[in-house]
């Protein structure tokens, strides 16, 4: 041994020899196969989860620690490409590793299409690459989420502007979105009328790339068949009698983004031609010769089951999929009635600014919202809370004031305990979030039967924050069937 090999030998390993561990969850239905993965993986001092199926990894995807997921494509009667997609959607940073046994040229590159960082074939002849993959893509992840962290330092922190909820659904919204940020994929929003569609399109918009570009909207629905090519893609002078030239709106979102609401209402006939324009990324004007070249992101939106409208011939199945490369699904306001108190306060801090004299709303008043089934959501709650500031004669709110029918919830919120304990009236709740966050957690438990991974799960996030918001407002973890 020489003396330079021999210095080498002995000086201490830096930080940077090292590769540093993370938290890494593996899905596999052989528990053989989750012991020996296991083995392996704890040699690098990794943070491990070891689960049979996507219902008990279902709570663990949604912590925000989580880095790396281990993911068998046959887990029994599910699929693991199902459980890959989802998790693209939802945490698309998240790295995906698919395994499997029955490997494929063709079942490798479906994998890779969808997502996956790499592919590993079963049994592991070679346990050194089931390592190396692993750090490789721990790796991909923090230098990933470091160039992100310094792009929002440079960009002021950019988020999507104009959400409020703190609903779960809501704050995988907000997630998806801001991951989008680094990708000009295009965009299918799906949601009731009311749900604030062209909002989430704007913010989209707001946090992305082309955030410097315009942003156009056009309502599909309310175009006439007969000027529909010509507003998309402008028309010449002279194109047709009284034309006198015209851009058209694809060209006016060149470098931005154009946002096609209510797209389940365009004809048959224009969806040929708008799917050329994607796919060609150029126009042609009505009664011009030459084609143009648009640069700029499509997202489009509807109330619509386009899946169903392709089954039935409505809907161009080729659009379809060229449209909805990302879906976002918003959630109608009776599934998060948690927010109502906070879109409440936003439209009333809005009309205060405006000028308006009113300082609150009376208990009796979020009472009685909290119990309206708001079959209008979002735009409905901010016409109701319009029309009540114009007629309200004091300085509150009260449920006197509210426009408001017989359309009530058939089953309000509660917090009846496991003990059978008949459920109060949500008028008997103190006007705080907080006593709402803990009647959620309170009903949680009872319909999960005390099981608090099933009970993290319905409410959308995972053990650890369970158990944080348990000890947060003095519930007791001794009564729960599977602590720890």
């Not at 704890?42 to 949604?62: F, T």
């Not at 907000?174 to 949601?191: P, W, Y």
């Not at 009530?408 to 979030?433: D, F, I």
Request: proline share 6%.
């Amino acid at each position: 041994m020489t003396a330079s090999t021999s210095a080498a030998a002995l000086r201490p390993k830096s930080s940077r020899d090292e590769p540093a561990p993370g938290f890494v969850l593996v899905v596999d239905d052989e528990p053989l196969m989750l012991r020996a993965l296991g083995r392996i993986l704890r040699e690098d001092g990794h943070r491990l989860e070891l689960v049979d199926g996507p219902d008990a990894a279902e709570a663990l995807l949604d912590d925000p620690a989580l880095d790396v997921v281990l993911l068998d494509l046959m887990l029994g009667s599910s699929s693991g490409l199902e459980l890959l997609d989802r998790i693209k959607r939802e945490r698309p940073e998240l790295e995906c590793i698919v395994m499997t046994g029955h490997a494929s040229v063709e079942s490798a590159v479906r994998c890779m299409r969808r997502g996956a960082f790499d592919y590993l074939a079963k049994p592991f002849d070679d346990v050194h690459r089931v390592r190396t993959t692993v750090q490789k893509a721990l790796e991909r992840r923090r230098l990933l989420r470091r160039n992100r962290e310094l792009e929002e330092r440079l960009e002021g922190h950019a988020r999507a502007p104009g959400l409020v909820g703190h609903a779960p659904a809501m704050r995988r919204l907000v997630r998806t979105i801001e991951s989008l940020r680094h990708n000009e994929s295009h965009v299918l929003i799906q949601g009731e009328s009311g749900t604030g569609k062209e909002l989430v399109a704007r913010a989209i918009h707001a946090t992305s790339r082309r955030h410097d570009g315009p942003f156009v909207p056009v309502d599909c629905g309310a175009l006439p068949e007969s000027v529909i090519e010509s507003e998309l893609f402008g028309h010449e002078k002279g194109a047709f009698t009284g034309a006198v030239g015209a851009p058209g709106l694809f060209r006016i979102a060149d470098g931005g983004t154009l946002f096609l609401d209510e797209i389940g209402e365009l004809p048959i006939s224009m969806q040929a031609k708008l799917l050329r324009a994607l796919q060609q990324k150029e126009v042609r004007p009505v009664g011009g010769a030459n084609a143009v070249a648009v640069d700029l992101r499509v997202v489009s939106a509807t109330h619509r089951d386009l899946s169903a409208m392709v089954e039935t011939g409505r809907f161009r199945m080729d659009l379809f999929y060229r449209l909805n490369v990302v879906r976002i699904e918003i959630p109608p306001l009776r599934e998060r009635m948690e927010d109502v108190p906070l879109l409440v306060q936003h439209f009333l801090d809005e009309k205060r600014r405006a000028g308006s004299h009113v300082e609150g709303l009376a208990e009796d008043a979020l009472a009685r919202l909290l119990e309206h089934d708001w079959p209008g959501n979002v735009r409905e709650l901010e016409n109701v809370l319009e029309s009540a500031l114009a007629l309200a004669r004091g300085p509150w709110l009260r449920a006197a004031d509210l426009p408001l029918g017989r359309n009530r919830r058939a089953t309000p919120p509660a917090r009846a305990l496991a003990t059978g304990e008949s459920a109060p009236h949500l008028g008997e709740l103190p006007l705080s979030l907080d006593a709402y966050e803990r009647a959620a957690l309170e009903r949680a438990l009872r319909e999960a039967g005390g099981r608090a991974t099933d009970a993290a799960r319905r409410l959308g996030i995972g053990r650890s924050t369970f158990y944080r918001k348990l000890g947060k407002h003095g519930l007791r973890e001794a009564d729960l069937v599977d602590p720890g």
